[in-house]
T-cell receptor, first 117, second 109 residues
Framework: GAVVSQHPSRVICKSGTSVKIECRSL??????MFWYRQFPKQSLMLMAT?????????EQGVEKDKFLINHASLTLSTLTVTSAHPEDSSFYIC?????????????FGPGTRLTVL | GQNIDQPTEMTATEGAIVQINCTYQ??????LFWYQQHAGEAPTFLSY??LDGLEEKGRFSSFLSRSKGYSYLLLKELQMKDSASYLC??????????WGAGTKLIIKP
């Protein structure tokens, strides 16, 4: 159990376009999902925490108008990178928390590689 | 402030044992996680410690000392497939993970 999927796994887009990334918990209800960004040879950087049915909480320095997060159901959260630019090229990873476990382990999706030309 | 420290890179020989250390400072503490991450892939869960002591799981073991703010991941009988980055992450009082930069482990034949 505790499987998280992400779609797409890889996307290449032109500068100025918007890209939507989906994160789904396949076999459990995720009350909270996290969105991370990882640049090459660096660790994960938390972008925002998304709770089902409420607005996401963004980390300092992350533009909420540029990175739109929606968590409309207990199994789906989306991240939309609006007006993407080459500096937004990165590996985007989501994770979901299964509240059935006592220690709030985060289950990670496989990641989405975004390349902005 | 909150901080996680772990070595940037380590090298070990196939079949040997390696210990990856991690020290942490967090606002509150709800456990210490170790994840493995191969290049271009998402992290995969290895271990979780919230009480002091050693947790053994096959070839991998993880140790925690809460009083020292210290943990280590011990890998035995190293295999080439163990070449990866190993991420240490501490969970703070808000149940948020504070991540280390990761330790790149290089295994040589």
């Amino acid at each position: 159990g505790a499987v998280v999927s992400q779609h797409p796994s890889r996307v290449i887009c032109k500068s100025g376009t918007s890209v939507k990334i989906e994160c789904r918990s396949l076999d459990f209800q995720a009350t909270t999902m996290f969105w991370y960004r990882q640049f090459p040879k660096q660790s994960l950087m938390l972008m925002a925490t998304s709770n089902e049915g409420s607005k996401a909480t963004y980390e300092q320095g992350v533009e909420k108008d540029k990175f739109l997060i929606n968590h409309a159901s207990l199994t789906l959260s989306t991240l939309t990178v609006t007006s993407a630019h080459p500096e937004d090229s990165s590996f985007y990873i989501c994770s979901a928390v299964n509240r059935e476990f006592s220690y709030n382990e985060q289950f990670f999706g496989p990641g989405t590689r975004l390349t902005v030309l | 402030g909150q901080n996680i420290d772990q070595p940037t890179e380590m090298t070990a020989t196939e079949g040997a044992i390696v210990q990856i250390n991690c020290t942490y400072q967090t606002s509150g503490f709800n456990g210490l996680f170790w994840y493995q991450q191969h290049a271009g892939e998402a992290p995969t869960f290895l271990s979780y410690n919230v009480l002091d002591g050693l947790e053994e799981k096959g070839r991998f073991s993880s140790f925690l000392s809460r009083s020292k703010g210290y943990s280590y991941l011990l890998l035995k009988e190293l295999q080439m497939k163990d070449s990866a980055s190993y991420l240490c992450a501490a969970m703070d009082s808000n149940y948020q993970l504070i991540w280390g930069a990761g330790t790149k482990l290089i295994i040589k034949p």
